[in-house]
């Protein structure tokens, strides 16, 4: 059920508990309809128990899939597809965090920086707003240090930590290009001596660094006792470890499971991926569905067979030549002839009905991302933060939107 009361305000103290609750609640409840990829299934386990909505998806086509994807509360669906979409905006509903006026960027400061990238820099830097203004500022995971040279004003210390040498090198170029003092330092955020470059009386920030990297910053940042930190968290699948592992008590007291698998469905929502990317994504994933018939033949066996990545130099195969080194590849049994024209059909007619049924698992990607980035937001009250989550930029610009802002008394 939603949380009562559940708007688009910026959540904060014992909202944040509130909206946890609630979704933990809807996530647990319908995992039946969410968890099965239909990628990997020919036919999901609620079809039988929905069958007008499963026949309605299945019906549609390719381009149809495409244009509801990145906004399948919208799609008119028969039922529980409404109900459950009214319910998902609901508890997904948070408010943007109050933008202030930025002073203006040194000359040439967004120079090397891709448009799209600058454009979250700016909007991630004017939700910056802390009781005391900030003394030293981290960059974590700052690649070349864009972020952390677009936030260092008068009278401000800037240090930089990056694991990639050549973006350190980069970085110390442009700061001093730009007349800027900031520290690029070479660091493995993940390794133990990474906890003793966080001081109090730093104010770290990091917009998308993934998985473990954000998570470590949260762990040590408060454990240095830094009074601020704000993070955008992103990609919650690039984690070291089989499953997920909640990181506040309340999480602790879930009965949610989350796989790798799981932890990606976030992560399923893009919105720059260009023409010939997507479509180069689209004949992988139907030569992978035509694949996938042929091998359930070979092996007699009704389940789906993990592949490799593949380089995209296989896609310049013919469809035989693919099936037959990837079949090579799984140590399957020599193909027999084949209607090569007809199982290669099959894979794109597969590929249509797989991202209409994807849309049902959509409805529940915004309330499952809101759910691990509340755990990282009451992991941060436990440890004695006033947090503020909020939106800082819409959609269109990035689907990782969201924003923590913690800052202790």
């Not at 720059?272 to 359930?296: C, N, P, W």
Request: with cysteine; charged share 20%; aromatic share 8%.
């Amino acid at each position: 059920m939603p949380a009562k009361g559940a708007d688009s305000h910026v959540l904060t103290g014992e909202a944040l508990l509130a909206r946890f609750t609630a979704l933990d609640a809807f996530l647990i409840e319908h995992q039946a309809l969410w968890k099965p990829r239909p990628f990997t299934y020919l036919h999901l386990p609620w079809e039988a128990s929905y069958p007008e909505l499963a026949l309605w998806l299945r019906g549609r086509s390719l381009e149809d899939a495409e244009s509801s994807h990145n906004q399948p509360c919208l799609l008119d669906a028969p039922q529980p597809f409404a109900s459950l979409a009214a319910i998902s905006l609901e508890l997904s509903a948070v408010g943007e965090l109050p933008a202030h006026a930025l002073e203006a960027a040194g000359h040439r400061l967004n120079v090397d920086v891709p448009g799209r990238k600058w454009q979250q820099i700016e909007a991630f830097a004017s939700r910056l707003s802390f009781a005391s203004p900030p003394k030293h500022w981290l960059d974590w995971c700052s690649g070349k240090g864009h972020l952390g040279r677009r936030l260092l004003q008068t009278g401000q210390q800037l240090t930089c930590l990056e694991y990639d040498p050549a973006l350190v090198s980069s970085g110390e170029a442009l700061s001093q290009r730009h007349h800027l003092h900031a520290l690029h330092v070479e660091q493995d955020v993940l390794a133990p001596d990474a906890a003793s470059l966080l001081k109090a009386d730093h104010t770290p920030v990091a917009l998308h660094a993934c998985g473990d990297l954000h998570v470590r910053l949260i762990q040590l940042a408060s454990a240095a006792g830094c009074k601020q930190l704000a993070i955008a968290p992103c990609c919650y699948n690039r984690i070291n470890l089989a499953a997920y592992q909640t990181l506040s008590s309340a999480g602790s007291r879930s009965d949610l499971h989350l796989s790798l698998d799981d932890l990606s469905l976030p992560m399923s929502e893009t919105v720059t991926a260009g023409a010939r990317v997507r479509r180069q994504r689209d004949t992988s994933m139907a030569r992978r569905l035509g694949f996938d018939l042929l091998q359930r033949q070979m092996r007699g066996v009704e389940e789906y067979l993990p592949t490799p990545s593949l380089p995209s130099a296989w896609l310049d195969k013919s469809f035989a030549e693919y099936c037959n080194h990837l079949a090579a590849l799984k140590e399957l049994s020599t193909i027999g002839p084949q209607d090569w024209s007809a199982l290669e059909a099959a894979g794109w007619q597969r590929l249509a009905e797989v991202r209409n049924l994807e849309l049902l698992r959509g409805l529940f990607r915004r309330p499952l991302e809101l759910w691990l980035v509340l755990d990282r937001a009451l992991f941060l009250s436990d440890q004695g933060y006033t947090v503020r989550l909020g939106t800082f930029c819409e959609t269109p610009l990035t689907p990782r939107n969201f924003l923590l802002l913690a800052e202790r008394p």
